[in-house]
Structure formats: C-alpha cells, structure tokens
C-alpha cells in the first residue's frame, strides 16, 4: 500500500516517470534477466548483441535508428487520446457505405474487447477454431439468408475491394476470353474507380455508364455491375436486366445493402450471379474507414472461383459434425499464380461481431431497425419538400438525393455542418445527399430541416405525414422470409447471448492459452494499452469522408506513423492505405509497374520469384499484370544467383521487378542479399522486398539498407495488431523517392497518394484506419531503442529453440555457424518411412499437449515452421520444446514397434473428452498418454471439441450454411 501511495505522489507532477520494471519493454518481452542470461549461456554468446552480430550480415546493418524515447502505457493513451480529440465527433449522414450502427455493449464488450477473440489465428486448424469457424458459418448464413444467394464466404476487405473481385470473377467465368466489363455510373465512386484500378493490368476494358443503355449482347461483354440502393439513394428491381444477360451469358454482379434488404427485394431474387456489400452496418463501427467486413456471395456454379475463404461443415474421425475452412485448394498458398485471388486474408473477426449483431436481432429486430430507418428517410424528405426543397430520387431506403432551393449546395452543406451534422454534397450534380442511419436520432433530423430552412420543425408532425408515403415502390418490397434458423432466435436476451459467445470462445485456442509459433506470422503480444482506443469515440466515430478540419487527429497520428515506417524501413515515403499484406505486394507491384511505364517502359513485365515465396506474392504479381518466373534455391535454402542471373539475361528487356521475402521464408538471412539487388538494378529492375519476416529487421536492417526499392510491412505481424481469427490486417508500402510520386490515392476525401498514382488499393483513403492507432501505440510504447530490441529478442527465442530441438529433429536450413534468423523448419519427411507418421500427426498432436501447431508443410511440404516472437517467456519456449521432444519420443515409439503405424497416439490425435471417456477404451495407449501428455496439462488443460476432421467429406459434401448445426447432428 505504501509502494502503490508513494509511486502515485511521485509520478503525478513528472509525465513519464516510472520504476525501470515498469517500463513497457520488460513487459513486452519474455524473459527475466536470469533466464536471459539462462538462454544466452545455452548458445555460448554473452550477450543479445553478441548473438545478432552473429547473424545478421555485417554489410546490411543499418546505422542507429533516429531515437524516440519509449513512453509509458498511460503516458501513450494520454498522447494519443490528445491526438484524437483534435478530431470533430459530429454526426455523419454522409453515407457512400459507411454508416454508424449502435454496436450492442454485449457483443463490445465480449468480441471486440476479448483477447479469446482477437488473439487467435486464421482457422487452418480446425479442431481448435471450432468457436470461430461456427461463428463464420453464421455470418455466411446470414448474408445467404438477407441476399437469397446460393453460397456466401467468409468475408472480403472492404466493399471497393469485393467489387473489384466480382469484376474478377467474371473475367473468369469466362477465361479471359472476355474483356469488357460494364458499371453502373450509379455505383458508388469508390466501387468504379477500384474496378477501373484492378482492371487495367488485367486488359480489361472497363465501361462506366447508364447500364439501361448497355450493350448486353456484346460478345466481348464478360459482366455487368450496378447497385441498390444506388449513389443517388434509388432502389431498383434488376431482374430483367440480370435476366437479359444471362441470355447473353454475361455475369450480373449487383452491390447490395444488407440493411436495406431486410425489407426491399433481395438481389438473389432478381437473377444475379454475384451480390457483394459491406456488413459494416451490422454492429461495425465507422473507424474513419474500417476496418469492416465486405460480404461476397455466389451463385452455387461460381462457387470454386469464388475469392476469399469458405467455411463449410465435415465430420470428425468420430464422425461427430465437425466445421472447417473448404475448398483451400481454390487459395493462394496452395495455387499460387493460378489462384482465384491474392486475397490471404479476410475480416474475421469484424465478420464475427456482425454475425452476432444478426443473431442477437434475428429476422425481427433487423425488420424493425430497416422499417425504422426508412421511416427517418421519409420524415426527413417530406420536411425537406415542405420548404421547397427538391427530392431527386422518388425511391429509397436510407439516403435521399436533395436539389437544394435558395441556397447552394455548399450552403446547404455549411449550414447543416453549423448544427453539428456532416451531409455529401456534389457541386457537378448540384445535389446533396442525405443517408440516415440506425443511430440518426430525432434530434440530427431536425438539425438537418433546421439548416434546411424549416423554422421549429415539429418532428412528430412530420412523422405522421410522411407514414403514408411509399419509399419503396411494392414491386421492390421484401415478401420472403429470412434467417429462420434457430441460431437467429436462440439468443435475444443478453444473458443468451453473453453465454452464447464465451461458449464459442471457450472452443478455440488463442493467445490467450499459449504460445501460437506460426512461421512467417509473427503472433506475438497484441498489448492491452493498445487495445483500448478502438472504443474511444474519436477513434471509432469518424467518418472517412468528414471535411479534413475534423480529422485532423488522424491526419496527425498517420503522419507520425508515416515517419516511423519510414525510418524503420530506410525509404522516402509511405503509403498507409493497402488494408492487408496482399494488397500491400499488389500495390508495391502497380507502383512498380507505373514507374516503368512513366520512363516508356511498360512492357517491362516478368516478375522474378524464387521458389521459398510466399503464395501471395505470385498471386498478386498475376494480378498487377506480371508475367511470373521462379528462380531456383539452393540446398542450404539461400536464392541460386546462378539462375537469378541467368533469367535476368533472358528476360533483360522485359524485367520488371524480383521479389524478395528477407529474411526469407527458410528462416535465414541471406548474405547475397546486396548482390541480388545490385544485380537487378544492373538489368533495369526494382527489387520488391516482401516484409512478412519484418519483425527480425526492425532496428537491425532494413529494405533500404540493402537495396530495396519497396516493400510492405505487416502491421498485423511486426507491430501488434491482432490477428483476429483471420482478419483485420494492414499492409502498408514503404517505398524510395522515386517511387513515391505513384502511391496508391482515392477517389473521394483526402488526397494520401502521388501525383502519378496509378489508382486505390483499398475503399478508404488510409485503409482500415482505426487499427493503425494499435501500431502507432505500440511504437510508443516501446520507443525506438525497444522497437530493436524486439527484433533482437525474435532472433534469440528462435535460436534458442532451435539449439534445443535440434538434436530430436533436423532443421533444414542454418547458416554458415549454425544460426537461424527468427524462425526456423524443422524437417519431418524421414518419418513417413520410419514410422508412418507425418507432418500433420505432430501438428494435430501438439493440440493434446496445449499447443497450437506451428506453420504446416510450407515452405516445405512435411515440415513444421516454427516463430516464436520475442513476446514468449522462457518457460513457454521450454514447453513447446518439451512437447516436441516428448512428441519425437512417441514417434520412437511407433519406430521401435511399442506402438503401431496405423493405430497410435499420433494418428489418433487430437483427442477429446469425448473420446478419452468412451466406455470401451480399445486403443494400445492409456487414456492420460491421449489427454495428459505433459505435467503442464495437469496444470491447465486445453480440450479440442472435435476429432481430427474429414476434409475430403466435407469437400465432396459441400455444406457452407448453418441450417441450424443441430441439423448436423447424426441420430440419438
């Protein structure tokens, strides 16, 4: 009690001043100094410095970062929370996809702000994803319910980006043999200039105009986009339309409201083949643009070319009903440049919180919020009327279109501003548009007429008016019934709902159980500090197209941000605006694209990928419009400069760029790096340089030390934010002087880009904004001397962990002195011979032990690629090597013929409670070897719910909805 009186007497006059324990750095990484010292004594270095010297290529260290001295996480909060109250909250009908939702403080409190949901990983491993993954199952149902469409997925980046890959899918659908593709004018501006943006490495000629007047039997006509509502706010009923192209065999890709769909006609009624959309106003807050979840669904034949992930519903080897992630095959990692999409990752975890938003309001509450917020949209355009205004659009939803009388339209908009209200206003159309909202209250309405001119406007006067107009003309009204599931009426009440929600927690395994030590990941700690200000109002409450005197508080922050990355990395300028690591690579690849093209060289084109990339990186470089060549790896895993040379040679005239991932995906920093850049530049190329593996640089190197010319940095990784189940990411580009002038910009609100820009990557001007506050604290949480020492500490826990397992399991690739960088591939081929015994069976068996597996089978099939970040203490890294070891002991086992191949504690795993108290237990192990390998798991046990799952089943038996899973259910 003294210590706590007398650190808050001392503290309170002097900002910063702290007990050096208490500094964020000491609680960022693992180890005490004893097990520090422990660990160093184990590698023969003295110290954290020795051991880096070691290993990081002396002719790339980067000279000492510019020092920014590291704040306290109270001192943090209080600079940022200063920052963003330079921000303006004021309402915003400003609409264009981005609307305020009332988030219900249940799903707040229990999915947003709860590390059981935001810490866990993308669910490729099912058995402990299982929350989740049913979770996602609810939000596919529902967007299949609201749109009436066969099949949805699991959730893209933002609705420009899902736009953009509807027009993508029809390129495909038809070959490429296709390639033109006609939008709406009425779209919003972002959804045409993304498409435009996509479209044009792709040879795809995009037509914008009055779809009416479209040519639908164009033979070269692969698809059609329009959208209802509309920009202007118009509801339409497409279904001849669609009809007609289906004659012709074009694509019909229609955006939609899911909102508005609870009461108007759904698009999968009127014919369309793809119906995309943002779910942002399910619960989602506006976060100056995101980070939200676009829907995306299909008709069933368009399912295997389909973007993004599926979640649909197998069996276990119990055949209990189990639920995983389908039809991977059709994805990145494994199909690389003949993937469907870049697309490696999704919302998860937004997508999350509006499945919950449509569980706890089922059919009727999300009727009665639609019904309510027509009626808003009603009041508002008879009072607008009333004082001679005029409405344009006879129908709509939520956003009225307004030809203003006796003022301009920027009038219009100044004076509705003066009452604390934001409205769109454009000046080419002379038109303001108005979009209300679940949280527009009575109040902002009479705002609004107010500034409009209505002198004491009596709202409840003008709400009786208005109740006998028709917004939405009766051919265009909802008839069918959706969401009838039980899920959507089993937990109205919050109590239902709170249980509901942890008991899907409760399934999966997250951060929050253990360490996660997924090579090329980096799931480190996503600090608490951090965290919070995604709850703050100024943070959450702004819209990304408020006038740039109410943002300044973001401005400010990215600003900073900016100047951080661009010292991290060693380049000139930075964009923030890429929303994920792949749309990060595509954008480095459109810079790199237009900068050729600024010089006359377009035609440069062949992108050069060695064979240990990521799947991403061919993905994306198909879509920039590259032509991919592999160049080899050597045995000892570095980049063959033989046959890098060698193409560079046969492709002289033609090379665009080379992409590189440092330190690479074998764990080792490459001693050539220089060479290979010098090399490419010598044959007119630029060197893009993937930062998956950032977090062992930060402090130490950096792309522009060793000649890079961009790269992306995934925030999601190196700086803290959460992975959240799959989502949300930021991938921003850093980039050398001459590349900046073609930074990505935006069609609409602040200019972030150059003054070449090739076009948007993401709907909002800096992407998935909100989350970049988590980076920026973490940053200043740590300082710049923490931010090196984090990489320090990656390279060390790595280390370590490979000197202890080491001698139980090869590890595939070391460099000259035996060192690793931050990660490492522990090699499990020769067991398939010795003992029948694979990758998978370790993965799935460290699940009994309380681990989640780490990366399985890439960059080498039958391996297991192991990072365990600099967040993980001693004790933890020693349990994932006593795992490991005592896992290698069971396979001696099965070598030694104590256990058999085919029926053992491996191939069984992992095991349930369900199986290991199964009346007749058959199996030639005991039942605490199944569940209690370990003494840790005495201490704390982790139960996977299913089984080793069936993926094959649930491939061949296509289930991506929850028609209720209790329908699942095999017989009592």
């Not at 409009?452 to 265009?476: D, S």
């Not at 890429?578 to 690849?589: C, I, K, V």
């Not at 999601?716 to 930021?730: A, D």
């Not at 030639?924 to 996977?944: C, D, G, L, N, V």
Request: proline residues 5%.
């Amino acid at each position: 009690m003294l210590r706590r009186f007398a650190l808050r007497v001392a503290v309170a006059p002097v900002v910063g001043a702290r007990f050096a324990h208490d500094d964020f750095v000491n609680r960022h990484m693992g180890h005490n100094e004893s097990e520090l010292s422990a660990m160093l004594q184990v590698l023969g270095v003295s110290t954290v410095d020795d051991l880096t010297t070691k290993i990081v290529p002396q002719n790339i260290v980067r000279p000492p970062m510019k020092p920014f001295a590291a704040l306290s996480e109270k001192d943090s909060l209080a600079h940022l929370r200063t920052l963003m109250g330079k921000n303006k909250t004021m309402k915003s009908l400003i609409g264009h996809g981005y609307y305020e939702p009332i988030l219900p403080p249940v799903i707040q409190r229990n999915v947003l702000e709860n590390p059981n949901w935001y810490t866990p990983y993308t669910p490729y491993q099912a058995e402990i994803s299982q929350g989740r993954l049913e979770s996602l199952l609810n939000y596919q149902t529902m967007i299949t319910e609201i749109t009436k469409m066969d099949i949805s997925n699991a959730s893209l980046l933002d609705q420009a980006t899902a736009a953009s890959e509807a027009m993508y899918l029809a390129f495909q659908a038809h070959k490429h043999k296709r390639n033109k593709f006609f939008v709406s004018d009425k779209c919003f501006p972002s959804v045409i200039a993304m498409v435009q943006t996509r479209a044009a490495p792709l040879g795809v000629d995009v037509v914008v105009g009055d779809v009416y007047a479209a040519d639908l039997t164009d033979p070269k006509l692969c698809g059609v986009m329009v959208q209802t509502p509309d920009v202007t706010g118009a509801i339409h009923d497409f279904t001849d339309l669609f009809s007609k192209a289906k004659q012709s065999g074009v694509i019909s890709a229609v955006g939609g409201d899911l909102l508005a769909m609870c009461i108007t006609k759904p698009v999968g009624e009127m014919g369309a083949d793809v119906a995309f959309g943002s779910a942002q106003r399910f619960g989602i807050p506006l976060g100056y643009g995101g980070p939200h979840a676009a829907f995306f669904a299909v008709r069933d034949e368009h399912k295997r070319i389909m973007p993004g992930r599926l979640i649909g519903v197998s069996k276990d080897a119990s055949g209990q009903i189990a639920i995983r992630m389908a039809l991977q095959t059709r994805e990145q990692h494994i199909k690389r440049d003949k993937a469907t999409s870049n697309i490696c990752t999704a919302q998860a975890l937004l997508a999350n919180m509006s499945a919950f938003y449509g569980v706890y309001h089922g059919q009727e509450g999300l009727k009665e919020i639609a019904t309510a917020v027509n009626q808003k949209a009603k009041t508002l355009a008879f009072g607008l009327e009333s004082c001679g205004h005029r409405i344009l659009n006879t129908s709509f939803f939520d956003t009225i279109s307004v030809q203003p009388a006796g003022m301009s339209v920027q009038d219009f908009q100044s004076r509705c501003q003066s009452k604390g209200v934001n409205v769109f206003a454009d000046p080419l159309s002379h038109s303001v548009s108005i979009a209300v909202d679940e949280a527009t209250s009575e109040s902002h309405l009479t705002s609004v007429l107010e500034a409009a001119g209505l002198q004491q406007p009596v709202l409840k006067n003008l709400q009786g008016l208005a109740e006998g107009r028709v917004a939405i003309p009766v051919e265009c009204q909802r008839v069918s019934a959706f969401m009838q599931q039980s899920v959507f009426k089993n937990y109205r009440s919050e109590h239902e709902l709170m249980r509901y929600i942890q008991r899907l927690a409760r399934k999966d395994y997250g951060l929050t159980h253990g360490a996660i030590p997924l090579g090329s990941c980096t799931m480190k700690l996503n600090p608490a500090a951090t965290m919070l200000p995604l709850s703050w109002p100024e943070v959450n409450g702004i819209h990304p197209l408020v006038p740039e005197d109410q943002s300044r508080g973001y401005s400010a922050m990215c600003l900073d941000l900016e100047q951080k990355l661009k010292e991290v990395t060693g380049f000139a300028a930075v964009s923030l605006q890429p929303n994920s690591g792949a749309q990060g690579e595509y954008a480095g690849l459109r810079v790199i694209n237009a900068y050729h093209s600024s010089k006359g060289d377009g035609h440069r084109r062949v992108c050069l990928i060695p064979q240990s990339a990521h799947g991403t990186n061919p993905a994306s470089a198909v879509l920039a419009g590259m032509t991919v060549v592999v160049v080899k790896c050597l045995a000892d895993g570095r980049i063959d400069l033989v046959d890098l040379e060698a193409n560079c040679k046969k492709y002289a005239k033609e090379l665009s760029a080379v992409m590189v991932t440092y330190p690479s995906t074998y764990g080792l920093f490459d001693t050539e790096i220089a060479k290979i850049t010098e090399m490419i530049h010598s044959f007119g190329g630029q060197v893009y340089i993937d930062g998956a593996n950032f977090n062992a640089m930060v402090g130490l190197t950096g792309p522009g030390f060793f000649g890079g010319d961009v790269c992306h940095i995934n925030l999601h990784k190196t700086f803290g934010i959460p992975h959240g189940g799959g989502g949300p990411g930021m991938g921003p580009i850093a980039v050398r002087e001459h590349l900046a002038p073609f930074l990505p910009n935006s069609s609409i609100g602040p200019k972030v880009g150059g003054s070449q820009s090739f076009g948007q990557v993401s709907q909002a001007p800096y992407g998935s904004a909100s989350i970049l506050t988590i980076s920026y604290m973490l940053m200043l949480m740590l300082g710049s001397q923490g931010l090196t020492k984090a990489s320090q500490y990656a390279i060390l826990n790595a280390n370590y962990l490979k000197r202890r397992l080491e001698e139980h399991y090869p590890v595939l690739y070391k460099s000259a002195a035996g060192y690793v960088a931050h990660e490492f591939i522990i090699d499990l081929r020769g067991f398939k011979k010795t003992a029948n015994i694979e990758a998978e069976d370790v993965a799935k068996r460290l699940m009994d032990y309380g681990f989640h597996a780490p990366t399985l089978a890439f960059p080498v099939p039958g391996t297991l690629m192991i990072e365990p970040t600099e967040s993980e203490s001693k004790y933890e890294l020693d349990r994932l090597a006593d795992a490991l070891i005592s896992i290698r002991k069971e396979i001696a086992q099965i070598e030694n013929g104590e256990q058999p191949k085919d029926n053992n504690v491996l191939k069984n795993s992992p095991h349930t409670a369900r199986v290991v108290t199964e009346t007749n237990w058959t199996r030639p192990y005991s039942r605490q070897a199944a569940a209690y390998p370990s003494a840790h798991t005495f201490i704390e046990k982790y139960w996977p719910t299913v089984s080793r799952i069936d993926g094959v089943y649930g491939d061949r038996n296509l289930m991506c909805s929850c028609a209720g899973l209790d329908s699942y259910l095999p017989p009592q």
